[in-house]
């Protein structure tokens, strides 16, 4: 077993009544020019504001930028720390801030924001910096198994 799935097997999943608003997770990516290129091969966004340095210099960025939506996809990794395995994504809003350049190291946080029991869904704050540079924000909502009822 790779050392990713190791790390992902160990988590321990928060139940609903486990969470109280304000718990907060982190999960760090330093973006490389094979992450974005591979990116762009798995989505086909081949934009070469992301691929190809002498356009990307042409732009109002003065060169490549990530795609946004492989930073916002670290959000994703968070989710399955705080609340853990078991949790369903509904909704995600964004607001992209300001570019992530490669080799710029990501921190996708969410944050625990309310807390439904009744309808068992979770509203997280999320969060990408680039140091303390906020590079995109939002909102999601999620499921969340409750240990009173096993069913989502």
Excluded: W
């Excluded at 969470?19 to 081949?46: C, I, K, P, W």
């Excluded at 997280?124 to 969340?144: F, N, Q, Y």
């Amino acid at each position: 077993m790779d050392d990713i799935r190791q790390r992902a097997a160990a988590r321990r999943a928060y139940a609903l009544e486990d969470l109280t608003v304000g718990m907060t997770a982190s999960y760090f990516h330093t973006v490389s020019d094979a992450d974005v290129r591979q990116f762009a091969d798995l989505t086909g966004d081949h934009n070469p504001l992301h691929l190809d340095e002498e356009f990307a210099r042409t732009t109002r960025f003065k060169g490549r930028i990530v795609h946004g939506m492989l930073s916002a996809s670290f959000l994703s990794t968070v989710i399955a720390i705080l609340p853990g395995p078991g949790t369903i994504y509904l909704s995600q809003s964004l607001a992209f801030r300001a570019p992530v350049r490669i080799d710029d190291t990501i921190e996708a946080q969410v944050t625990v924001a309310d807390i439904d029991a009744v309808k068992k869904r979770v509203r997280l704050k999320t969060v990408c910096r680039v140091g303390d540079l906020v590079v995109l924000d939002g909102e999601a909502e999620v499921m969340v198994p409750s240990r009173r009822n096993a069913t989502a």
